[in-house]
């Protein structure tokens, strides 16, 4: 026994020993894992660090940056010296995360801050793969877009209005209230059923009412939208489209959607989405696009492509600071440390295309990096900061951009297209909505698709629409209309209109309103009912790109060819859209991505409106409830009362002296004194009975005093008997 104990110790020890050799050589550093481990950690060499200011000044547009060719980037290639272990180790890169903050200083003394997060993964879920592990695209969103077989899936929350005059176009449109549009995998059966419980998710995790989207406020359009990502074909009947106009966005609404962030609000440029802040704004627009893109220019492979926008306004005047000077402190109470620690670019532009000379405002601290893209063609000078390198932020370690006006004076650029919308007529029986769409180019006219989603309790008249141009008739080139259902689908309208250069088009139509049923009405029925947006849809196409200001037109030309507009309008499909994102360009520039800068597509939104219906005077019922319980309450509870009550004739209290003289009395043996008894409570009749005085009186009553009184005859409760009195 001691022999084979002492050979299973000697085992054990050798297996102990072999263990411990074998973890010391496994962490032993390799020449090639030391290198490895360099590249991982410091992506940019020395040398690239140095030439990153001459590259950003070499003005990044959007598609006019020349590549360079095969040959001389695998020459470059082979002159850098690269360990065989990083090129046999290193796995390629499966996801890529990018965030930007554009700030744009307003004439009107306002600042728009446009925030732009995108994740890239290289995975295509149209082919049915099934994917469990994600590292920096949100796992949420996958398993719904994987669940419900979604290509496409856009939806904002915006609170606030749009004001086009005031402040331009925005670089990304969005309608006030919830949109939400979703295009389906082909191999969807039941589409409707499909979005019903995508709804349902999506208000789950985004904290919204999106469950209220259903059949009444949902619509197929036929030419309004097209896929923003890469689409084998464009079959309308996976798309679908609903807006809640009355959503109210709020901060269970933005803490999901920060969330969603690989770094959440820890780091990076998401430590400023501080809620206090941006609610107390004009404006602020929160949304998520999801879409397939491509992974290469020969767009063999497709990627799936997550960007979350936030668009935000700060009003001066609502600030309280009373001068026109900015800075990140002032506008988000908090200021930048570091870039997210996976975001492989993190960069601040600020436009500075009205600031040449630095003589509108001054910009501090001072960057030297400038940067250029194309953004709704015009061209736009930013200055940049790179949150990636470590001297932005200075010996201080913090960056606080500081935008200090130095004059009030400059011309806003006037848009070209712009709309308004309003309700008129009197009564609540008929009315008119009435849609103004502004062409503001001096000589070139634009096909614009307007989208028109009205609910059923307004019933159109369609022989009544017109659109006059100049007080002309103009008649649409393409109209799609589908008839709405009573409580079950909402009117579509979509027409294709030609705007005369300079000119304002008046689009009308009458409508009657319907009486609801007493159920449908919302708690405050007499605050009215919204009515959608109207969509406005314009691929613009010029030769020549013209800026209005105060009626004088500068003209930058450029040698590109033009598509036709009517066929981008109604061919979503064929719209010269470029959708490859190998290329360095600023996010804010490509999600409306164009070949030609001379080409671009913008949307443009109405104000909801607000429409009274008739509505009965809900404070009767209350009245009525009212008189009636006050009534049975009254009247019959009285009369129960009386029937159900048993009356007791109670003694009154004695005084003092006479409880005294019933102590006496009650010691001496003698009965007690008892209290006087009213001829009304006690005394029924009087009568003479054998010669004696007699009362007839009620039982109940007699046996308070039967003391003090002889039974002339036997009774029973209930009954009179005639008494004797003392």
């Not at 106009?245 to 933005?254: A, D, F």
């Amino acid at each position: 026994m001691a022999a084979s104990r002492c050979s299973r110790c000697a085992w054990l020890f050798l297996v102990f020993i072999y263990s411990l050799y074998v973890v010391v050589i496994s962490e032993e550093p390799t020449p090639g894992n030391e290198q490895h481990a360099s590249v991982a950690d410091n992506p940019q060499t020395p040398a690239e660090t140095v030439k990153q200011p001459t590259e950003e000044r070499r003005w990044e547009a959007t598609q006019v940056d020349e590549t360079v060719p095969d040959d001389a980037a695998a020459a470059n290639k082979q002159d850098l010296p690269v360990p065989d272990s990083v090129l046999t180790s290193t796995p390629p890169l499966k996801d890529e995360f990018q965030e930007e903050l554009v700030i744009r200083p307003l004439h009107s003394g306002d600042i728009y801050a446009s925030f732009q997060f995108r994740t890239v993964w290289e995975t295509d879920f149209t082919r049915g793969r099934k994917v469990s592990h994600y590292r920096l695209f949100p796992k949420s969103l996958g398993q719904v877009i994987s669940k419900f077989s979604v290509r496409e899936l856009h939806i904002s929350f915006t609170q606030g209005y749009w004001r086009t005059m005031q402040w331009g176009q925005p670089y990304l449109p969005s309608p006030p209230g919830a949109e939400l549009w979703v295009w389906f995998q082909d191999t969807v059966t039941d589409v409707d059923a499909t979005w019903k419980e995508l709804t349902n998710v999506l208000s789950g995790i985004f904290c919204a009412s999106l469950n209220f989207i259903d059949s009444t406020n949902t619509v197929q359009p036929s030419a309004s939208f097209k896929p923003l990502g890469i689409a084998n074909g464009t079959d309308h009947r996976f798309l679908r489209y609903a807006t809640l106009p009355r959503e109210i966005v709020c901060t269970e609404n933005l803490t999901p959607w920060k969330k969603l962030l690989p770094c959440g609000s820890k780091a990076g440029l998401a430590v400023l989405l501080k809620s206090e802040k941006l609610f107390h704004s004009s404006f602020h627009s929160q949304a998520v696009h999801i879409r397939p893109v491509c992974q290469d220019g020969p767009c063999k492979t497709a990627s799936l492509e997550l960007r979350q926008t936030l668009n935000v306004v700060f009003d001066l005047h609502a600030s309280g600071q009373g001068k026109r000077e900015w800075s990140l402190f002032k506008m988000f109470s908090r200021t930048l440390t570091e870039a997210c620690p996976l975001a492989s670019s993190s960069k601040i532009y600020i436009d500075v295309t009205d600031n040449p000379q630095e003589d509108q405002f001054e910009l501090s601290p001072a960057t030297h990096l400038l940067s250029q893209a194309v953004v709704l063609g015009d061209r736009r000078t930013f200055s940049v900061y790179d949150l990636t390198q470590q001297v932005t932020f200075g010996t201080v370690r913090s960056l606080n951009v500081l935008i200090r006006w130095k004059s009030t004076e400059g011309d806003m650029l006037r848009p070209l297209l712009h709309a308004e919308r309003y309700v008129a007529g009197y009564g609540l029986q008929t009315g008119e909505i009435h849609t103004l769409i502004y062409n503001n180019h001096p000589f070139r006219s634009f096909p614009v698709l307007l989208l028109d989603s009205v609910p059923w309790y307004l019933r159109l008249y369609v022989h009544t629409l017109t659109v006059t141009s100049k007080g002309k008739d103009n008649k649409p080139s393409y109209i799609h209309y589908q008839p709405s259902k009573d409580r079950m689908r909402p009117h579509l309208l979509e027409m294709l209109v030609q705007l005369p250069p300079h000119s304002v088009t008046e689009v009308t139509v009458q409508f009657e309103r319907a009486l609801l049923k007493w159920t449908e009405y919302t708690p405050d029925p007499n605050h009215g009912f919204y009515v959608g947006y109207e969509h406005i849809a314009c691929h613009i196409c010029h030769k020549s790109v013209l800026q209005v200001r105060n009626e004088r037109i500068f003209q930058m030309c450029f040698s590109f060819n033009c598509r036709s507009s009517v066929v981008s309008a109604l061919v979503p499909s064929t719209v010269a859209m470029n959708t490859n994102i190998t290329k360095e360009q600023p996010l804010f520039s490509t999600f409306f991505p164009a070949k030609e800068e001379s080409s671009y597509f913008i949307r443009v939104y109405t104000e909801p409106l607000l429409v009274n219906l008739p509505t009965p005077d809900f404070s009767m019922p209350y009245n009525v409830i009212c008189l009636t319980c006050t009534v049975v309450a009254v009247g019959y509870g009285s009369l129960y009362n009386l029937l159900t009550r048993s009356f007791q004739v109670e003694e009154p209290n004695p005084g003092l002296a006479k409880r005294i003289a019933n102590v006496i009395r009650k010691m001496r043996g003698v009965p007690p004194l008892v209290a006087k008894v009213f001829q009304s409570q006690l005394i029924q009749s009087v009568q003479t009975h054998k010669g004696r005085l007699v009362c007839v009186v009620n039982f109940a009553t007699v046996t308070k005093i039967a003391p003090a009184v002889n039974y002339a005859a036997p009774m029973d409760a209930g009954t009179s008997a005639y008494l004797q009195l003392r």
